[in-house]
């Protein structure tokens, strides 16, 4: 069940996801391109809320815009970012296996990644995600919790 959402006048929203393959415990990231916001920055996979657009939603829509992904699985809330009247949430999405994305026009490359060795320079918001104590427990629970490998966020 989502969670009662209210749109707020002047406050920009984005949302997005990070996306973790079960059997692996490895994390797809994306390296956004030249002409996009942050660019050259790996991230996890997001952009700007619709009008009225649920944080979730918009997370699941921008991961099949931008990777190609349609995921119906349980999003779990990992982290809320607030910079300069923007909030970003970003959400857990777990897939079964890694896959190869299609890259859209503001995503250079993509990587599978462990979590605890990633590529920089990191999005600021990536870098806020992984400076969280909470977030950080989170991850670490999902690596070791769903696919067993050993994880050194914690």
């Given at each position: ?9 002047g ?66 809330h ?26 859209g ?37 999902a ?12």
């Amino acid at each position: 069940m989502k969670s009662h959402y209210i749109e707020r006048v002047g406050v920009r929203r984005s949302a997005g996801a990070m996306v973790m393959a079960a059997r692996t415990g490895r994390f797809l990231l994306c390296q956004r391109s030249p002409d996009s916001p942050a660019p050259n920055t790996w991230a996890p996979w997001g952009g700007k809320c619709e009008y009225g657009e649920h944080p979730d939603d918009a997370a699941r829509r921008e991961l099949k815009e931008e990777s190609g992904l349609v995921y119906e699985g349980v999003l779990d809330h990992l982290h809320h970012y607030e910079l300069k009247g923007h909030e970003f949430d970003t959400f857990l999405a777990v897939v079964d296996d890694e896959f190869e994305p299609t890259l859209g026009d503001e995503t250079q490359a993509s990587l599978w990644v462990d979590i605890d060795t990633l590529p920089g320079p990191l999005h600021d918001g990536l870098a806020d995600l992984l400076a969280s104590h909470v977030a950080r427990k989170l991850l670490y629970r999902a690596v070791s919790g769903i696919s067993g490998r050993p994880c050194n966020l914690i």
